[in-house]
């Protein structure tokens, strides 16, 4: 468990028992991932709603932006549960937020955390600030679809084939393709296969599937790129950026599949792309290969996520900015 931030004086951590209380006693939830979900904050989200709701409770799933999922993501919704943000009701009896590391994450969403009767966060990242009433985080799981199948254990809900898909999302991607998985997620994966999940059906739009313009975006974007071998502690860091007309003319899909094909580059151990969403800001994905704390590098920029996947926004020029994260990797730890 991570501590709390200080101005949440009331939040705590809690057991899995505890969570499962807080989950089947609510008659009303709101079930949120951050904003731009990707297939672990939504498919938990949604994973752990067709839970509640075939329970009794009356749910909602919904995020801060865009205004709806990646294309790629919309068949895990089997139940219509997924409502826009200004939908969503203002004073939650039970708030989850799931996947998300700060409550600025949130976006537009963010003040659900104070309005919400209780909020429970349900999260892996080692950066988890503790927000909301309750939280609980092991950054020991590698995605959160694991820590909601525990949790679907717990509560004694099924695991049929719905169920499965969503939290099957969460662990391909996250893991990616189980090439980061334990033993024990890859015993996981197996039971969700029992129960029905198509492997290839669902990765392949998650991970394999892009339009022929994404070629033409990924040149140009590529051709930004740039190889600094003496960066990031000596180990090497690669790193390119998506101006604005690629961010707000492409699909989610396309813009945060980038970071992938940077992070190939064998001479650097961190890849960053920085991805223009506003006049002076941008959001930014790191990767690590192992051997650097990208976690510690993206905290010290506001940001966070976990020690080989992380990232941040920030306000500035992109040149300004690329120093910052300079010297944000120089004092990153190394990792074991």
């Known amino acids: 468990m991570v501590a709390a931030e200080e101005s949440w004086g009331v939040s705590r951590p809690v057991a899995l028992d505890e969570a499962v209380?807080?989950?089947?006693?609510?008659?009303?939830?709101?079930?949120?991932?951050?904003?731009?979900?990707?297939a672990d904050a939504l498919g938990s989200a949604l994973a752990l709603g067709l839970a509640l709701h075939r329970h009794g409770a009356q749910v909602q799933v919904s995020f801060g932006a865009p205004e709806e999922p990646a294309e790629s993501l919309r068949d895990l919704d089997v139940a219509g549960l997924v409502v826009p943000h200004?939908?969503?009701?203002?004073?939650?009896?039970?708030?989850?937020?799931?996947?998300?590391?700060?409550?600025?994450r949130l976006g537009p969403l963010a003040d659900r955390a104070e309005t919400a009767g209780t909020t429970l966060v349900i999260d892996h990242h080692a950066s988890n600030s503790g927000f909301g009433t309750h939280y609980y985080v092991d950054p020991r799981a590698e995605a959160t679809a694991v820590m909601v199948l525990h949790l679907l254990d717990a509560m004694g809900a099924p695991v049929d084939l719905p169920t499965a898909r969503c939290l099957y999302a969460g662990l391909v991607t996250d893991t990616r393709n189980f090439r980061a998985a334990s033993p024990d997620?890859?015993?996981m994966a197996a039971r969700l296969l029992v129960a029905g999940v198509d492997a290839e059906a669902v990765t392949r739009p998650l991970l394999d599937t892009?339009?022929?313009?994404?070629?033409?975006?990924?040149?140009?974007?590529?051709?930004?790129?740039?190889?600094?071998v003496g960066e990031a502690r000596g180990l090497g860091l690669v790193h390119a950026r998506i101006g604005s007309a690629h961010v707000s003319g492409g699909r989610q899909e396309e813009i945060e599949s980038v970071i992938d094909v940077l992070r190939t580059t064998a001479e650097a151990e961190v890849a960053v792309v920085l991805k223009q969403v506003g006049e002076h800001r941008?959001?930014?994905s790191m990767r690590s290969k192992g051997r650097l704390d990208v976690a510690a590098a993206a905290s010290a920029l506001g940001g966070g996520g976990h020690r080989v996947a992380s990232g941040f926004t920030l306000d500035g020029?992109?040149?300004?900015?690329?120093?910052?994260?300079?010297h944000a990797l120089a004092d990153a730890p190394l990792l074991g």
């Open 210 to 228: 892009h339009p022929f313009s994404w070629l033409s975006m990924l040149s140009t974007v590529l051709a930004t790129a740039r190889l600094e």
């Open 21 to 38: 209380g807080l989950l089947t006693g609510a008659h009303q939830v709101v079930l949120l991932a951050h904003v731009n979900p990707d």
């Open 86 to 104: 200004h939908g969503v009701a203002h004073v939650p009896e039970l708030l989850v937020v799931l996947d998300t590391g700060s409550v600025d």
């Open 317 to 326: 020029e992109c040149t300004d900015i690329l120093d910052r994260v300079r």
């Open 185 to 187: 997620t890859h015993a």
């Open 282 to 284: 941008w959001t930014a």
